[in-house]
Nanobody
Framework: QVQLVESGGGLVQPGGSLRLSCAASGSIFKIYAMGWYRQAPGKQRELVARVSSGGSTNYADSVKGRFTISRDNAKKSVYLQMNSLKPEDTAVYYC???????????????WGQGTQVTVSS
């Protein structure tokens, strides 16, 4: 079984910073791309940031220049540094990873349970 666990969410004032972490565990053979998605009430889930196994990154236009995604392959973790936070960033943030297990040959998407980020004064 593969599990992704997020941490680091919470309440922060506009203009503040927050760092999200996501650690993968289980029978993992290889981790491909990792990313962060978010979903606000009444909104569709959207991609926030993504980092490939080779380190290339992609960001949503709304967070470009403010958020930074990174990964630590040794720790099987991905991080999201969020700076200059805005109320519009308020959402549940979900960790995502493409993972090949030791028993299944094809890559499969896995999701964390989500962590709440609230930006409010």
């Amino acid at each position: 079984q593969v599990q992704l666990v997020e941490s680091g969410g919470g309440l922060v004032q506009p203009g503040g910073s927050l760092r999200l972490s996501c650690a993968a565990s289980g029978s993992i053979f290889k981790i491909y791309a990792m990313g962060w998605y978010r979903q606000a009430p009444g909104k569709q889930r959207e991609l926030v940031a993504r980092v490939s196994s080779g380190g290339s990154t992609n960001y949503a236009d709304s967070v470009k220049g403010r958020f930074t995604i990174s990964r630590d392959n040794a720790k099987k973790s991905v991080y999201l540094q969020m700076n200059s936070l805005k109320p519009e960033d308020t959402a549940v943030y979900y960790c995502n990873a493409g993972i090949q297990t030791m028993f299944v040959g094809d890559e499969t998407d896995y999701w964390g349970q989500g962590t709440q980020v609230t930006v409010s004064s």
